[in-house]
């Protein structure tokens, strides 16, 4: 069984700042790549940002420049350290892992998920 439990959604004013985490627990061998999806109410989930295990990152046009990915493989945790909010940053986040399980072969790789945490950036 593997956890991804997400911790840092709140409320922030218009350019404010939050930092969302996800820690993942469980039996697992290792970490692929990670990332943060977030999903509107009407709208379809997206990715925001992903890294690699190496800690190449890739981010969606909408979030350069403001959001920044980063993870602690030691911890097997993954960060999202988000600035300048806005309102149309408003979502639920959640947290995706590649993950690796198993403790013989044959291993296993599936994509596990969070439960989510709201962000919503209103004056």
């Known amino acids: 069984q593997v956890q991804l439990v997400e911790s840092g959604g709140g409320s922030v004013q218009p350019g404010g700042s939050l930092r969302l985490s996800c820690a993942a627990s469980?039996?697992?061998?290792?970490?692929?790549?990670m990332g943060w999806y977030r999903q509107a109410p009407g709208k379809l989930r997206e990715l925001v940002a992903d890294?690699?295990?190496?800690?190449?990152?890739n981010y969606a046009d909408s979030v350069k420049g403001r959001f920044t990915i980063s993870r602690d493989n030691a911890k097997n945790t993954v960060y999202l350290q988000m600035n300048s909010l806005k309102p149309e940053d408003t979502a639920a986040y959640y947290c995706?892992?590649?993950?690796?399980?198993?403790?013989?072969?044959?291993?296993?790789?599936?994509?596990?998920w969070g439960q989510g945490t709201q962000v919503t950036v209103s004056s």
């Open positions: 469980g039996s697992i061998f290792v970490i692929n790549a």
């Open positions: 890294i690699t295990r190496g800690g190449s990152t």
């Open positions: 995706k892992g590649r993950i690796t399980t198993g403790q013989v072969m044959p291993l296993r790789t599936d994509d596990y």
